[in-house]
């Protein structure tokens, strides 16, 4: 408006845009506040995030790694159960496989729970065609 305008108009438009730009300048700086209070939450929550990370992807690692010890368990089993209910040449291939403490299959299934003996658990068992069920199936079935 020019200067030559009613000057109560003037001043009441003045005054509107005198309002405005105060609640512009406080609904800014409420925003600037707000946004600094989240990003110092955020900067105090990284660590915990990366420490959340680094213990999934080892929970990860160690997943997989027991599913590849339950394959290789699996397969050891498989290989058993067809060496024991298969032909006396493969009950002879059973015996050779044996180490000379008499331990040898039942020893690699239980080193291969762990990736290596696990102590008591890797004891001769009373009666070897059961022996190795006591040790992995303990759900009782």
Request: glycine letters at 6%; a negative charge.
């Amino acid at each position: 408006m020019s200067g030559k305008a009613d000057p109560t108009v003037r001043d009441m438009l003045e005054a509107i845009h005198g309002a405005l730009q105060k609640a512009n300048r406080r609904a800014l700086e409420a925003y600037r506040t707000a946004s600094r209070e989240r990003h110092q939450l955020l900067s105090r929550m990284l660590p915990c995030w990366q420490t959340i990370q680094n213990t999934l992807v080892k929970m990860d690692r160690a997943v997989a790694s027991i599913l590849e010890r339950a394959r290789s368990i699996d397969r050891h089993m498989d290989e058993y159960h067809d060496m024991v209910a298969g032909s006396d040449e493969q009950r002879s291939a059973v015996d050779h496989h044996r180490s000379p403490d008499g331990h040898g299959l039942h020893s690699a299934v239980c080193a291969d729970l762990r990736g290596d003996p696990v102590g008591d658990l890797c004891a001769e068992p009373e009666n070897r065609s059961t022996g190795v069920y006591m040790l992995l199936d303990t759900s009782g079935t």
